[in-house]
């Protein structure tokens, strides 16, 4: 049995690549702190021992937001040549934001690597997001009251777009991939963005050792978000079937929209999940936050329940460039008509 502080084994790595063993290319988000480093490492030991195994390319993505970055991208690019590794630099260029910079940083981040995959034939995209940050993305997104979606925090792996965000050391303790650097005595660079207390994810952090002393350490935080992750798919399926349910009863009333009293009958978050779907589709904005829908859910309840009392029950409202509308005890969500945008005169 291994503890926090051993090396990964190769045996290990084995095991945690082994789902890719088939793919033609990989690409590794190689930053050069050491999370990513020991996953190139790692990866690297592991093609070794195959006979045909996918080619490797590590991407660093150089944010243009600290003056070490450069310096930092070199550096995993002679690693990676003494790896015998391909190896391309990124850059973000463009003006920065003034706020929301991790988010926007990140988003820009994933798009550059993606562009890389496939000018590159891959289809999989390699971080080293470990049960640290897993445990920090659970706290974060409870943070801001998520659902139980956002709780399931990061998994191990996500479509985006045509590319796929493989995450293979969610179960792994950072401090394993530190003891796996220092027996090999790979150097790593060290961001102090990790450490800065106006970012919300470094505040988390540095609260997660007085957490971990009334037993909310990362791997029970991680375990919790596996469990949520496990839940949110069982009511994927509840609400597959309550959608099924609900076209084929407009399917047989030769209705168009849902059968407002069906789609009442079902639980709040089904409605939630439902309506969140429906509005998805429709719409030409972003995703909508969770908890507009939850309150779309909550009018649209409160003005069926006016027919009951002698009242029309009727109810429109514009969600996420949907339309939604209630009458005649039907509901229909229709993509929004676009904003007209007022021209100034001079």
Not at 316 to 328: E, I
Request: proline share 5%; with cysteine.
């Amino acid at each position: 049995m291994t503890d926090d502080h051993t090396p990964v084994s190769a045996s290990e790595a084995k095991a945690l690549f082994a789902e890719w063993k088939r793919a033609p290319s990989l690409v590794l988000a190689v930053s050069g702190g050491p999370d990513s480093v020991a996953m190139l490492w790692l990866a690297v030991r592991w093609r070794r021992a195959l006979k045909h195994g996918p080619r490797l390319l590590a991407v660093t993505v150089n944010h243009e937001l600290r003056p070490e970055a450069s310096r930092e991208a070199a550096d995993v690019k002679r690693l990676a040549r003494t790896l015998n590794v391909q190896h391309r630099t990124l850059r973000w260029r463009g003006t920065k934001p003034t706020n929301g910079v991790p988010a926007a940083a990140r988003d820009a981040r994933y798009a550059l690597l993606a562009d890389a995959a496939r000018k590159a034939g891959a289809q999989h995209i390699l971080t080293a997001h470990t049960r640290d940050d897993q445990a920090e993305t659970f706290l974060m997104r409870m943070a801001r009251g998520s659902g139980i979606l956002g709780l399931g925090a990061m998994a191990r792996q996500s479509a985006r777009e045509d590319i796929t965000i493989v995450r293979p050391f969610l179960d792994v303790p950072k401090t394993r991939l530190l003891a796996t650097l220092e027996k090999a005595r790979i150097p790593f660079a060290v961001d102090p963005t990790n450490g800065d207390p106006h970012y919300t994810r470094p505040r988390l952090r540095a609260l997660l050792t007085s957490l971990a002393a009334e037993g909310c350490d990362a791997q029970n935080l991680a375990r919790l978000a596996a469990r949520m992750a496990r839940a949110n798919e069982a009511l994927e399926l509840m609400a597959d079937g309550a959608e099924r349910y609900l076209a084929l009863r407009s399917k047989e009333q030769r209705l168009p929209g849902i059968d407002a009293r069906a789609f009442e009958a079902l639980s709040e978050e089904l409605r939630v999940r439902l309506l969140l779907r429906a509005v998805g589709r429709a719409g030409h904005e972003r995703v909508p936050e969770l908890g507009k829908v939850e309150a779309l859910v909550r009018a649209i309840e409160a003005a069926g329940s006016q027919t009951g009392q002698g009242k029309k029950g009727r109810f429109r409202q514009t969600l996420a460039g949907a339309v939604v509308t209630l009458a005649s005890g039907r509901i229909l969500v229709e993509p929004a008509p676009p904003r007209r945008h007022r021209s100034s005169r001079i």
